[in-house]
């Protein structure tokens, strides 16, 4: 199959032709409607012929579609069905007039004949068209829900709840279909910003990829990172790692997927201090938390921790493991992936500390009681890491408060000879005693929601989830969704100082953007917030203007026009645009120039050819 071109390949374009070709299609369209009026059948028509007629004058002017399928012309397929069957019925109606002897009021041999081949004469280019695209297929929306799944796993693994997740990727159809992210779309088809810009505006994608809008997840490979050089800052290299990728077939990998890397290791360990220690190698537990220590058995246990790796040299991979256990006999023991097995320990820098966030299944057997929580780590061999010790002495140079060295000889071990355990740390009931301590802390995220204590409205939920890791079904059940939005809006709502105000907004949106509360603040706070924009933009200062609309926006996402504005302050701010039209002047020119490359591919291609 080949497209016929608008202008002969080796000839150059002139100015205005685009526009010239749309306008003459749409005038001679027009006069086909007009003409058909005077048929009493015609309304009907008509309707679907303007329907096509509108689809086409965007397909011209936007100059068709870079990926093969013609997916623009999808919206005109409705309304091309009923003309095709209107068309079809007018032809074998004539040819019944023409050939048929017999006056009859439905068709005969000729009738039937006439629309029985014109049927059949769309096949050949129906298959040939088929047989050409389902040769070289273009990614499909079920490739896209697997990509959707991967990165839903990977904000799973990484324990990312009730946060705003930016994820960067393409192929927004499929994408808004499934996701839950708030997408950064690169091709600009659903984002505002990117569509108003270009990637080679290098300030622009700084600040509103990398400052504003970090994404957590980003598919960046092959022509979209050529397009978008978004690779090519200094903070990419950095800031996000390359993950192993998901499988599509029992061989092969999707490659290309990152993750920000200060999602698994920080700058420092945030959780309870004092319970660091130090091992041989370089290797220090900087500490670990069990912050719902209430469970049950055949129930989960969440466990965080933080293990940093301070060997300037010759570093060694190692491995961490968790244990429970009672001093009676009932143990429980399990692995613990340093990085997520996503950053390996030899490729930790000596600043930073992996921040890893677990819940695992407990087992049915395990006896009420009090357990200790214990952690071990294993050398490259197999073999315990024992403590950093002095060297004179021979006395450990840091144990936590608290923690017990089990060293075998005095201290025997539960679970394994070197391991260190924190007394006391987990409470396991009987069962049902998780749920009933979920039930409880979901109850106090209601109450202090109600009492505008929106923080620990949502600590406590948190709380409520990590007595249950594994029963993600009763979090999408008890999420207290509405509550929390609302406290979040209320008091954003009361907040006279609106850009602070909109933040809490867009956590309202993350707890439920359909909550009444969080619609109806959403509404007064980016009024209000618009209408500080229009003030600082009447005064020229551009970076007020931009901050104030940004923040309507961010308080009411579907507030269309604020965007614009926000967009066009932005471009002032960053000196991208000097007056109204500098923006649309960069962009046609950037278009101007994409236009004389392909021209000069085409006459490149010819010559080619002609050789």
Known sequence: TKAWEWWPAGLPEPDGWNEIRVWALFAGAMMLMVASLRDRRAAGRILAFGSVLITLVFVVR????????????????????????????????????????????????????????????LLPGFFSHSDH??????????????????????????????????????????????????????????????????????????????????????????????????TTYPVWEKGWVELPGYPVSRRTFHTGNHVRRNLILVDAYPGTPGRTVRFEGGIRLEGVDVPSPETAPGG???????????????????????????????????DVPNGYDWIPPTEWRMDEVFHGRF??????????????????????????????????????????????????????????????????????????????????DREAAIAHAAAGRCEDAAAAWALARFHLPEARAWWEENRPGAEVSGCFAARAEANPDRIAASWDMDQARVWDFRAPAYVAAAHTVSADLWEQGEAASATGDWTAAYEAYEAAVRARPWFAWGRRAAEKARDRALGLAKDEDDAAKTKAKVAAAARAAANAAKRQKAADDAQ
Do not use: C
């Open 62 to 121: 936007a100059r068709g579609d870079w990926m093969n399928g013609y997916r623009w012309l999808s919206m005109a397929q409705v309304p091309l069905v009923l003309l095709l069957a209107t068309g079809i019925d007018e032809v074998a109606g004539l040819l019944q007039r023409l050939y048929s002897r017999e006056a009859s009021p439905s068709w005969t041999t000729p009738g039937w004949l006439g629309a029985t081949l014109l049927t059949l004469g």
């Open 133 to 230: 695209l389902f040769g070289k297929r273009e990614i499909g929306p079920h490739s896209v829900k697997r990509r959707v799944d991967y990165t839903a796993f990977l904000g799973d693994r990484l324990w990312q709840y009730d946060v705003p997740i930016h994820n960067l990727d393409v192929d927004m159809g499929a994408h808004l279909w499934w996701t839950k992210h708030r997408m950064v779309d690169m091709a600009g088809l659903v984002d505002i910003p990117v569509a108003m810009h270009t990637w080679q505006q290098r300030v622009f994608a700084e600040q509103y990829v990398y400052q504003q809008h970090p994404p957590f997840f980003a598919h960046l490979h092959g022509g979209w990172a050529s397009k978008s050089r978004l």
């Open 300 to 334: 989960g246990l969440y466990v965080e921790v933080g293990v940093s790796y301070r060997q300037p040299d010759d570093k060694q991979d190692f491995r961490l493991f968790v244990t429970l256990s009672n001093g009676a006999g009932a143990v429980h023991m399990v």
């Open 359 to 440: 819940g695992f299944p407990l087992p049915d057997d395990l006896p009420a009681g009090t357990y200790d929580l214990g952690v071990v780590f294993l050398d490259a061999d197999g073999l315990p890491v024992p403590l950093e010790r002095d060297e004179e002495t021979g006395v450990p140079l840091q144990l936590a408060d608290g923690a017990i060295w089990a060293d075998g000889d005095a201290v025997p071990a539960h679970v394994v000879r070197g391991e260190v355990r924190f007394p006391a740390m987990v409470t396991i009931g009987t069962v049902g005693e998780d749920v009933k301590a979920a039930h409880a």
